[in-house]
């Protein structure tokens, strides 16, 4: 009886998941992905952000595949085949993409691990554009969030 109790408490307190907790490696991406993903924006104005407004929804295919221990990724029907750095990338760090001085953009992605066939994708990207004045004149954010699911 002490047994079978045990192995409710530790049911309940860990979950039956296999998600790995939910740690995304290069060896798990590898492979042909389908993702949905809702996309909502919000604007500057009169110098604060709107409320994220309506989702878009958006539909793509992504693959990834392991080549002399460096993770790639391509999208859709591309034929070049990009270096990921998932370390870096998808651990929820923020990352500045592009800052020329007038134009800067930062992005954070976070990928958590659903299943074996499925992970989370939540992004936030933050873009900024300044007149000759160097006063922020443009504010955009965009949060994406969706639903990989292996195909292949």
């Known amino acids: 009886m002490k047994k079978i109790l045990l192995s409710l408490v530790c049911l309940l307190l860990f979950g039956c998941s296999d998600d790995n907790d939910g740690k995304v490696t290069n060896e798990f991406l590898v492979g042909k992905w389908q993702c949905k993903l809702q996309t909502f924006s919000a604007r500057d104005h009169n110098g604060k952000l709107s409320d994220y407004g309506e989702s878009e929804d958006i539909l793509y295919v992504k693959e990834y595949k392991i080549d002399e ?75 994406v969030k969706g639903l990989c699911t292996r195909i292949k």
Do not use: P
């Open 69 to 143: 221990g460096k993770l790639y990724s391509k999208k859709d029907s591309s034929k070049d085949w990009v270096e990921m750095d998932i370390v870096n990338r998808y651990k929820g760090k923020t990352d500045v993409i592009h800052d020329d001085g007038f134009r800067s953009a930062k992005i954070t992605t976070l990928m958590t691990k659903k299943t074996d066939n499925q992970y989370f994708l939540n992004e936030e990207l933050f873009l900024m554009e300044k007149n000759v004045d160097n006063k922020n004149e443009c504010v955009y954010k965009i949060k």
